[in-house]
């Protein structure tokens, strides 16, 4: 029988903290992956396996602000678990679970808008925030993915050249994680992240667009790939969002054209 999502990162996990704490025996770690929501776990893998649209976001680092750092688990944010021992810690779910965050809204309405959208009903910005319920209901029920690409916390920003250290140092790692996970489609939340991954799948299989340079398609593997401002970008949410769904609708339309 094959090994779960979650056991085969928590056995990465451990190879890739202990990699960091030969160079930095105070490293904390992230982990990170498929999210838990309200389905069972093996339910919830089964559900992301099956379904043709995994979406994946890739960032960059966890935000701990303040000089103390501490390891996450980031799969646990619409979760209550025996750990949140604090009403902060209650409270803060429930505000991801609703949608509060504007952080965690932008990747919602993306979710959603990925999941969703098709060249029947190309699911412009404002559509989506008139569904907000059926986003929420969305949200904290399908399967989606989120990975950081430096596991060691950081602030409120991380410097090109901290993150380019560490896809230099960990990149094997990360590729590993991306691969367990299996997406169908990723979306980088900088250029340097989207340089890393586009370097990461063979370029003979990679398919670009025409006035699309942020999207490319890896048909072997049918994955699409996009460069997106971040979720917490002081862009506006519907820049953040039409900055991946208008190369999402372009691909849609290449792909029937070249059925």
Not at 20 to 40: Q, V
Not at 119 to 130: A, C
Not at 146 to 173: A, S, T, W, Y
Request: contains cysteine.
């Amino acid at each position: 029988m094959n090994k779960s999502i979650k056991k085969e990162l928590e056995d990465l996990f451990i190879e890739w903290h202990n990699r960091m704490k030969a160079t930095d025996s105070t490293s904390h770690f992230t982990r990170d992956g498929l999210m838990y929501n309200s389905i069972p776990n093996e339910q919830n893998e089964d559900a992301w396996f099956s379904s043709p649209k995994r979406v994946l976001f890739l960032l960059k680092d966890q935000n701990q602000k303040g000089g103390e750092k501490w390891d996450e688990d980031i799969r646990e944010w619409l979760v209550n678990t025996v750990n949140d021992t604090t009403e902060q810690k209650l409270s803060k779910k429930e505000a991801n679970r609703n949608l509060d965050p504007r952080f965690i809204r932008n990747i919602a309405y993306l979710l959603w808008g990925l999941s969703k959208a098709d060249n029947d009903n190309p699911w412009w910005y404002d559509e989506v925030t008139k569904h907000i319920d059926e986003v929420k209901d969305f949200f904290n029920t399908q399967p989606f993915a989120i990975v950081e690409c430096k596991k060691q916390p950081g602030g409120g920003k991380l410097v090109p050249k901290e993150l380019k250290r560490h896809l230099h140092d960990f990149g094997d790692l990360l590729k590993r994680e991306i691969e367990i996970l299996s997406p169908t489609m990723i979306v980088c939340a900088s250029h340097y992240i989207y340089g890393f991954i586009l370097d990461v799948y063979p370029q003979d299989g990679l398919i670009s667009i025409e006035g699309h340079k942020e999207v490319h398609y890896h048909k072997p593997s049918g994955t699409l790939i996009f460069c997106s401002y971040h979720p917490s970008d002081r862009k506006s949410n519907s820049d953040i969002y039409e900055g991946v769904m208008d190369h999402y609708r372009a691909f849609l339309k290449y792909q029937s054209a070249n059925k």
